[in-house]
């Protein structure tokens, strides 16, 4: 016979939900709203004594066995394994606030980041510190920087950059661009910085004294900016690749010289951070589909808010008429005929631009002349820029919407800033307070 538990109250709970769910009775309805059951039978009452010593230890009043949408006999249902959604490769990019920003900027770049916001954790910033690097112009630079800088991040937003989803921010905002580039610098060989393509064709064509020291060391700068915030994908025109390559090759000299070994390891366990190196190096992502428009007015060269002919480059937010003004004063050539062909440098740049701003819903061109064509390609353009400019004015507009958006984007920025810096630091062995 077997022993009688000791907590008969809860024995007797546990008959009575045996026999409650053994007959599917509710616990809510009166037993006299359904035909008497059978009366229990010793062994029924045996078999419960026996399974209630054996499980008294585990039964508690949140026990699954009390709830009556589960049988007593059913097991305990092990939760799902929560599957871990593997965080966002990092993105970064942005444009100098070097007077307006022009179509090649926004068809080569801006016009890409709104897709890219869905597949990676973006960062766009105003680049004002890049802006200083051309000395000879520098005075006029900055007459019209701070507008300049308010216009470019306007266009981020108009262009479709949200930012409830990527960081919006200028570069002077976050201090430790400056710094880290500081401290790269002291790290980078000298004639790495020499051999960089544009130092090497502006000191050739450049008169004594208008070559500033910016120019030399800006790809440390740009270094900087890309390593600050971990970015693994950096989208860049072709004619920028060699920088970008320069920034992998600084990542990986820090690394080798400050980031290796015991030291290094010790260093890290002392401040708490991770032994792994400091920086990752990025990987390129070459803009397709209009990365390099073209001038105007030299189907040679890039399209550049540097050139002086202010006819060589439409304005994202040049006017209609203006619009038709430069495009109708663009070089061409005699050649008849509207067609892509590697002789023909302006052609080739009309119909890029052509192709882009229709969307492929242009008409067929080939069989027209310059001046048949020109006005087309005007249309394309105006309707292509017109929601763009119109949600520019928008946001413009919105009094002190501007200003909040670029102070979060700010201190969101600093914060993984300055945790890249003190890991720099610790690495090169500074006294950190």
């Known amino acids: 016979m077997l022993p009688l538990p000791c907590n008969l109250p809860l024995l007797l709970s546990l008959l009575l939900c045996v026999y409650t769910f053994s007959f599917n009775v509710p616990f809510n309805v009166p037993f006299n709203a359904y035909p008497p059951p059978p009366t229990l039978t010793g062994s029924m009452?045996?078999?419960?004594?026996?399974?209630?010593?054996?499980?008294?230890s585990k039964i508690t009043r949140t026990s699954k066995l009390f709830s009556s949408s589960t049988p007593a006999t059913s097991p305990a249902t092990s939760p799902a394994t929560p599957t871990k959604t593997p965080p966002k490769k990092r993105v970064l990019s942005g444009v100098q606030p070097t007077?307006?920003?022009?179509?090649?900027?926004?068809?080569?770049?801006?016009?890409?980041?709104?897709?890219?916001?869905?597949?990676?954790?973006?960062?766009?910033?105003?680049?004002?510190?890049?802006?200083?690097?051309?000395m000879p112009k520098n005075t006029e630079v900055t007459k019209s920087l701070k507008e300049n800088t308010l216009t470019a991040a306007a266009i981020y937003i108009a262009s479709g950059v949200d930012p409830s989803t990527s960081n919006i921010f200028v570069q002077s905002h976050v201090k430790q661009h400056a710094e880290l580039s500081w401290l790269l610098s002291c790290s980078l060989p000298l004639n790495w910085l020499e051999r960089m393509i544009q130092y090497k064709d502006k000191t050739a064509t450049a008169k004594e004294g208008e070559v500033?020291?910016?120019?030399?060391?800006?790809?440390?700068?740009?270094?900087?900016?890309i390593l600050l915030y971990g970015a693994e994908v950096v989208p860049v025109g072709e004619d920028?690749?060699?920088?970008?390559?320069?920034?992998?090759?600084?990542?990986?000299?820090?690394?080798?010289?400050?980031?290796k070994g015991g030291p290094w390891k010790k260093k890290a366990k002392e401040y708490g951070v991770p032994s792994y190196p400091v920086f990752r190096e990025p990987a390129a992502q070459i803009v397709k589909g209009g990365a390099r428009i073209m001038s105007l007015s030299d189907g040679r060269n890039k399209m550049s808010k540097s050139d002086p002919n202010p006819n060589s480059c439409i304005n994202i937010l040049d006017s209609p008429d203006v619009i038709v003004q430069k495009i109708k004063a663009a070089k061409t050539d005699d050649i008849v005929g509207i067609f892509e062909d590697t002789s023909r440098p302006e052609a080739n740049n009309?119909?890029?631009?052509y192709d882009i701003?229709?969307?492929?819903?242009?008409?067929?061109?080939?069989?027209?002349?310059?001046?048949?064509?020109?006005?087309?390609?005007?249309?394309?353009?105006?309707?292509?820029?017109?929601p763009l400019q119109k949600r520019y004015e928008e946001v413009r507009n919105e009094e002190g919407y501007l200003e909040g958006v670029l102070k979060e984007g700010k201190e969101n920025a600093s914060v993984i800033a300055e945790e890249t810096v003190r890991k720099v630091k610790i690495g090169m062995g500074f006294y950190l307070d």
């Not at 009452?45 to 008294?56: D, E, F, K």
């Not at 060391?217 to 900016?225: E, H, K, N, S």
């Open 350 to 353: 009309l119909m890029s631009i």
């Open 212 to 225: 500033g020291t910016g120019l030399l060391t800006y790809p440390a700068l740009m270094a900087a900016d």
């Open 240 to 259: 920028q690749r060699q920088h970008l390559e320069l920034t992998r090759d600084v990542a990986r000299r820090f690394n080798d010289l400050y980031c």
């Open 99 to 134: 007077g307006s920003l022009h179509l090649g900027n926004y068809l080569g770049s801006i016009s890409q980041w709104p897709k890219m916001q869905e597949e990676y954790d973006c960062s766009f910033c105003v680049v004002d510190l890049h802006s200083l690097t051309n």
């Open 45 to 56: 009452i045996s078999t419960a004594c026996s399974r209630y010593c054996l499980q008294s």
């Open 357 to 386: 701003t229709s969307q492929g819903d242009g008409e067929d061109v080939s069989g027209m002349s310059w001046g048949e064509f020109k006005p087309i390609l005007a249309t394309s353009v105006v309707e292509y820029l017109k």
